[in-house]
Antibody, heavy 122, light 107 residues
Framework: QVQLVQSGAEVKKPGASVKVSCKAS????????IKWVRQAAGQGLEWMGW????????GYAQKFQGRVTMTRNTSIKTAYLELSSLRSEDTAVYYC???????????????WGQGTTVTVSS | DIQMTQSPSSLSASVGDRVTITCRAS??????LNWYQQIPGKAPKLLIY???SLQSGVPPRFRGSGSGTDFTLTISSLQPEDFATYYC?????????FGGGTKVEIK
């Protein structure tokens, strides 16, 4: 079945970087964009950006510009989110999601990973 | 950035009730509006895309409507598994933004 499986929980110190992986299966990895969304405990959803696994093109929310990098390895159908210069406010669950590609589908996220908890603490 | 305002932020309802959640955009977003359901500890689940299209596998008691700046998610007859938090999301432009969420609780 179509699924995205993310890497395990991470604990990082302030100033460090974290890299979260998102492995796709059950569909053609290069045919759908991957988006990343995060959620702090008890809070709402925050969109971080998108990546086209075919071209490698990316688009990031201004809030994260300079700190975020989205990449992929098509041979193993895996997308990556790297966030640097971590601070306590980055403590959250990070989700990857597949994005529907047609205009008529309004680029909605139809398949989600299970989430990766990133804790930033000294 | 486009601001998405959901109301109410929470509501209490009984099984069988009709529930309506609204979402307002700070500028027109055409029909680039999606609805998600999130159960605590789980990833969000897509319910409605393009304002009114029902995602495959989602029960027809969920209905989305609206265009421009004002949108509605209606659950025609609330079921026990519907107690969750609901989010709207605009994909009209980036950064994509979400509403603050509506928590549907058991009365």
């Amino acid at each position: 079945q179509v699924q995205l499986v993310q890497s395990g929980a991470e604990v990082k110190k302030p100033g460090a970087s974290v890299k979260v992986s998102c492995k796709a299966s059950g569909y053609t990895f290069t045919s759908y964009d991957i988006k990343w969304v995060r959620q702090a405990a008890g809070q709402g959803l925050e969109w971080m950006g998108w990546m086209n696994p075919n071209s490698g093109d990316t688009g990031y929310a201004q809030k994260f510009q300079g700190r975020v990098t989205m990449t992929r390895n098509t041979s193993i159908k895996t997308a990556y989110l790297e966030l640097s210069s971590l601070r306590s406010e980055d403590t959250a669950v990070y989700y990857c999601a597949r994005a529907l590609g047609a205009v008529a589908e309004s680029y909605a996220m139809d398949v989600w990973g299970q989430g990766t908890t990133v804790t930033v603490s000294s | 950035d486009i601001q998405m305002t959901q109301s109410p932020s929470s509501l209490s309802a009984s099984v069988g009730d009709r529930v309506t959640i609204t979402c307002r955009a700070s500028q027109t977003i055409s029909w680039y509006l999606n609805w998600y359901q999130q159960i605590p500890g789980k990833a969000p689940k897509l319910l409605i895309y393009a304002a009114s299209s029902l995602q495959s596998g989602v029960p027809p008691r969920f209905r989305g409507s609206g265009s421009g700046t004002d949108f509605t998610l209606t659950i025609s007859s609330l079921q026990p598994e519907d107690f969750a938090t609901y989010y709207c999301q605009q994909t009209y432009n980036t950064p994509e933004t979400f509403g603050g969420g509506t928590k549907v609780e058991i009365k």
